[in-house]
């Protein structure tokens, strides 16, 4: 159920937009994305800072959109997302509290050094996406720009995530690794 909500205004951002335009998809997107938060704390009674986070950029990103009449601000949304992912992730290694081993360090134990290596990978990640994304949203045609932002980024994240998952299983500790089989 939370991962259709996850996903449900990036559905219905890409159904919209394929019926109408990108403004029209815009401001559904917003709305979507309201309705998402608000469902997260009814069902959930609790809503994460992620979530919140999206919903203020989508927020601002979408009315800067629609107030103005000029796509090139949902377009850069998604560069400034992966920026601040990339820099919060940099930022928190050099402060010795990695998000990432904050994150899953209570379900799994792998050495600093694979921590390291994973932070430094997501940060090269979200680097490389937000250059992706600058390049094809105002090198490319609108529509090659949102079937990129729906399939491509999120197809990307999924890989990555799974190459994540295997990478630090592979470094747990074998007690710790029967324990999650």
């Given amino acids: 159920m939370k991962q259709l909500l996850d996903f449900l205004p990036l559905i219905i951002f890409f159904a919209v937009y394929k019926l109408f335009d990108i403004y029209i998809a815009t401001g559904v997107l917003v709305a979507a994305t309201t309705l998402q938060l608000l469902l997260t704390y009814i069902i959930y009674r609790k809503v994460e800072k992620m979530l919140l986070f999206t919903f203020a950029m989508v927020v601002v ?15 850069w ?38 921590w390291t290596r994973v ?31 729906v399939f491509g980024l999120t197809g990307a994240t999924l890989i990555c995530t799974i190459f994540t998952v295997f ?11 029967k324990e999650l089989k």
């Fill in 77 to 114: 949304k998604v560069t400034i997302i992966n920026w601040l992912f990339a820099a919060a992730l940099a930022i928190s290694h050099f402060m010795n509290k990695p998000l990432i081993k904050v994150m899953l360090g209570k379900e799994i134990s792998v050495k600093d050094e694979i």
């Fill in 167 to 177: 990478y630090l299983f592979k470094h747990i500790p074998e007690e710790q690794r």
């Fill in 119 to 149: 932070t430094w990978f997501w940060v090269s990640f979200f680097m490389i996406c937000s250059l992706a994304n600058l390049y094809i949203a105002f090198q490319m045609s609108q529509e090659a720009w949102v079937n990129f932002k």
């Fill in 61 to 75: 990103f979408g009315t800067l959109t629609l107030v103005f009449h000029n796509d090139a601000f949902i377009k």
